[in-house]
């Protein structure tokens, strides 16, 4: 087989959620956009609901069919992006709670499906999406499910944005009776402060930063196509970006960027047989790695990019990039397994 092999641990995943739920005494819902951050919405929000969630966010409604198809028509399916036109049969068909960003979306719901739940989403400080505090009257939420805002720099706990954010969301929030959300990973490391009635952790999950105790989740393993021996002065791979400096062994790996290993690692990203790194020789191609195994005794079968010896967080450190990018980039040629 030529393809790489993406392992999915979801009793990690589902020790990750219970870990978040643990930090504060409200309730803890999954966000599960991006097909669960790459992993397969379906699979994770399954396991999650084992675990215990009961609330889960996508960003727009496509991606909520087939969660419904996994997940059955109880739980709460939640959508970020709130109601936009053209989503109207979707949000009755499959009894979605869009959380309204600008009284226009407002109107649109009320209009288009008056008896259809809906939260609010409102904007205090980050400039994104929600409802700007010059449009917000609390009668908004006279009948919403939740009214939630996002933090713009959660995962810098000293930042003066998260005090300046939960401020904003206090007074725009008092008095209200429905339930209150500003917390995803991030914000539920910040303290139960920020906690309110709902948090919704996302990337943390996953095994990612800012949950820095969450165990890895994703375990990607790369089969070795080809192997040759370089001289002194021989090149390898595009643009003869690596150059042997003494005779080397390169291995063929068989994964490139449109597995979502992108070519900003090129040249800087490490792999691993067993326990040994060994770097990552020249540019990353399109569907192919040419790594330096010199130093191995044994020609391996396969080697891994992501696992145990390297969190994702760390194998987006060498692209200059964030765990979140190299998660939702994995491409669809990988054979999928869960454990």
Known sequence: MATGTLSIDLTALQSNWKALDALSATETAAVVKADGYGLGAGRVAKA?????????????????????????????????????????????????????????????HKQALPHQPYGLQIDTGMNRLGIEAYDW????????????????????????????????????????????????????LLGPDYHFDLTRPGIGLYGGLPFAAAQPVATIDLPVIQTRTLQPGESAGYGCAFIAERETTIATVSAGYADGLIRAM???????????????????????????????????ETLQILGPHQTVDQLADAAGTIGYEILTSLGPRYKRITK
């Open 48 to 108: 999650l609901a084992q675990a215990g969630a009961r609330q889960f966010f996508v960003a727009v409604v496509e991606e909520a069919a087939p969660l419904r198809a996994a997940l059955g028509p109880d739980p709460v399916i939640n959508i970020f992006s709130g109601h936009m036109a053209g989503d109207t049969q979707m949000i009755a068909d499959l009894n979605l709670i869009p959380m309204l960003n600008s009284p226009e979306q407002i109107a649109r």
């Open 137 to 188: 009257s609390p009668e908004m939420a006279a009948e919403a499910t939740l009214v939630m805002s996002h933090l713009a720099c959660a995962d810098e706990p000293n930042h003066a944005a998260n005090d300046a954010q939960l401020k904003t969301f206090l007074s725009m929030t008092a008095g209200l009776l429905c339930h209150r959300s500003l917390a995803a990973t991030g914000g539920a």
């Open 266 to 300: 090129s040249g800087t990203a490490t792999l691993y047989a067993g326990d040994t790194p060994v770097p990552l020789a020249g540019r990353v191609s399109m569907d192919l790695l040419t790594v330096d195994i010199t130093d191995l005794d044994h020609t391996p």
